[in-house]
């Protein structure tokens, strides 16, 4: 699943082939989430608490909101995709599973280790994966906080 080739061509959301960049990340993940694997399952498993605890986060989150936002979306995507209790599609698991990937390896299309713009492309294609299923994502995330919610409320 770990390619990093860029065989598509630069589109929009509601157009892959059209202009813009979330048209080649929707592309990209759609094309990834058909080939996670097991053991990219078991690489997620291994690699996201590692990334999001990395000193280099936590300090870049402190001074850019949209690197805290980031964080809080692979944490939400992570608890889902580890939520063995919520049903939900196995493509839509496979395209959560694909952009997680993306975001834990540390050479994509911008290299996570160049200072203030590495993550940017992660950002791009979770904010590509959150316009394609983050109704559900939503969804999950207030059907837990009802779970978590104390007695009576």
Do not use: C, H
Not at 22 to 44: H, I, N, P, Y
Not at 101 to 130: C, E, K, N, R, S
Request: overall charge negative.
């Amino acid at each position: 699943m770990q390619d990093n080739s860029n065989g598509s061509q630069a589109g929009d959301a509601e157009n892959p082939r059209g202009r813009g960049n979330s048209g080649f990340f929707k592309e990209r993940l759609l094309r990834d989430a058909d080939k996670v694997t097991d053991k990219d399952m078991d690489e997620l498993e291994r690699e996201i608490p590692k990334k999001i605890s990395s000193f280099e986060l936590k300090s870049l989150a402190a001074g850019t909101e949209w690197i805290g936002t980031l964080l809080d979306r692979v944490k939400a995507l992570y608890g889902l995709l580890r939520d063995r209790e919520y049903k939900m599609s196995v493509k839509n698991k496979a395209l959560i599973a694909a952009a997680l990937l993306y975001f834990v390896l540390p050479t994509d299309v911008i290299p996570d280790f160049i200072p203030g713009i590495g993550y940017i492309d992660d950002a791009m294609v979770l904010g590509v994966l959150w316009k394609m299923i983050g109704d559900e994502v939503e969804a999950y995330m207030s059907s837990r906080r009802g779970l978590n919610a104390p007695a009576g409320e």
